[in-house]
């Protein structure tokens, strides 16, 4: 029986809702889930563990982008979003507006709102035909003050 493979994609929308699909699906894609733990030291007891609250979820990648995404044999992405500078601009862009963004992973249950902590890319091993990029996403939780409506209290009637 042949075995089917899902399409795995990498997809990102910026804060303008525009969405791209990085031209190659990362050989490993790494998510985070930490909490945050004390370690405390009791009497009689020793050390135990606190468990603490959910720290923020983190989306990890490291993968390359051929220096001719359009020529190259190697690109997965149902939709091709341009040449190599055109990804490169993007992510740039993204870690400059220093707005949150949609991160999706097809056919997985990942799917989160997060900011592009940091964005690395350059040549590895002389070879100038790829770059070899990674990209850390850091969970984004909204937060601020709350606006409270306040009831107004009603006066009585004097008798």
Do not use: C
């Not at 998510?31 to 370690?39: A, L, M, N, R, V």
């Not at 963004?101 to 940091?118: C, D, E, G, H, W």
């Not at 990029?133 to 107004?152: A, C, D, N, T």
Request: positive net charge.
């Amino acid at each position: 029986m042949a075995s089917s493979k899902k399409h795995i994609g990498f997809y990102i929308t910026n804060s303008l809702k525009h969405t791209i699909e990085l031209p190659l699906t990362p050989p490993e894609i790494k998510w985070s889930y930490e909490t945050d733990d004390e370690t405390v030291k009791i009497i009689n007891l020793g050390e135990v563990n606190k468990v603490g609250n959910n720290k923020l979820r983190t989306i990890e990648i490291s993968s390359t982008f051929p220096w001719w995404i359009k020529k190259s044999h190697l690109p997965n992405a149902n939709k091709l979003y341009g040449e190599t500078r055109s990804y490169v601009n993007y992510l740039k862009n993204i870690v400059n507006r220093k707005k949150p963004v949609r991160v999706v992973v097809s056919n997985t249950s990942i799917s989160m709102q997060a900011t592009l902590q940091k964005f690395e890319y350059g040549f590895e091993n002389a070879q100038a035909d790829t770059y070899a990029y990674s990209l850390k996403f850091v969970e984004y939780k909204k937060s601020g003050p709350k606006k409270i409506k306040s009831k107004k209290k009603k006066k009585k009637k004097k008798k």
